[in-house]
């Protein structure tokens, strides 16, 4: 499908869910270790990866909040949720040979580095994979806008989000057979349509920083790094 783009920086935002494989909740290493050879495969490739990783598969703050927490506390053991699966992440990639390292939205210097956009920039710049943590260190966010508002900051080629299916359908491929999936979309349609693949902050941020936006299947043995040649299944995202 269409010419190979080149792309030397780009963000890829994983569901804390794609980490749990075939388990109900937690971090699957099996899985982790799949995720990470797309990366290293990239990375290895010569594409500088910063990686967002949800926190689904631990917390999520509007389940708690919908449990009568307050919100913003709910929040708060969300993001956290994003920093286990971030160091879990570290730990496989280091182990397959590929430095990275967690950088959290919240200050936590015991475990891991603060996200600053400097000390990002020269890690990727020296081939080290950057996981972004802890979302963007606010309430009220998801990590979807948190990896838009990172591949913004980063000066990002595109923004790869790895979604249980391939690409962005009408209406639920899942639940609805007659489901088209789109080759591309503009983030104005995406908007309007109000499809529930991304959240509208992380759509506008992409938009008003012309960052296009590829969704695909993670689960999808491989597909990261075809989308990345341009081959595979996907949507984009684009003016
Ligand atoms: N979160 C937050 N601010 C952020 C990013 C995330 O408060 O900037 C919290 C929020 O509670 C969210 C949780 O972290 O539910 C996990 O993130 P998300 O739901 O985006 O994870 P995913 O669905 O991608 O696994």
């Known amino acids: 499908m269409g010419t190979a783009p080149s792309f030397s920086r780009v963000l890829l935002k994983v569901s804390g869910e794609a980490l749990m494989g075939s388990k109900e909740f937690g971090i699957d290493l099996d899985m982790a270790g799949r995720v990470a050879d797309e990366v290293v495969q990239a990375v290895k490739g010569g594409v500088q990866v910063a990686l967002v990783i949800g926190g689904g598969n631990i917390f999520r703050g509007v389940a708690g ?16 949720a994003t920093v286990m699966n971030a160091l879990a992440m570290q730990d496989v990639l280091i182990s397959k040979g590929i430095d990275a390292r967690a950088m959290s939205a919240i200050h936590m210097p015991t475990v891991c580095e603060s996200f600053t956009r400097a000390r990002a920039l020269s890690h990727l710049n020296k081939g ?21 508002l990172r591949a913004a900051e980063l000066k990002c080629d595109a923004f790869f989000k790895g979604t249980s299916v391939d690409g962005i359908y009408s209406a639920d491929p899942k639940a609805d057979r007659n489901a088209e999936r789109f080759e591309t979309l503009t983030y104005d349609e995406m908007l309007a349509r109000n499809l529930r693949v991304m959240d509208g902050a992380a759509i506008a941020l992409a938009r008003d920083n012309a960052i296009p936006v590829f969704v695909f299947s993670i689960r999808q043995s491989g597909e990261f790094n075809k989308v990345l040649n341009g081959n595979g299944t996907f949507t984009e995202v684009t003016v």
Do not use: E, Y
Request: charged residues 15%.
């Open 65 to 80: 909040a919908a449990s009568g927490m307050d919100r913003a506390n709910a929040d708060q053991m969300g993001m956290l």
């Open 128 to 148: 080290k994979v950057v996981l972004c943590a802890a979302g963007t260190g606010n309430p009220f966010f998801t990590t979807d806008t948190a990896a838009a």
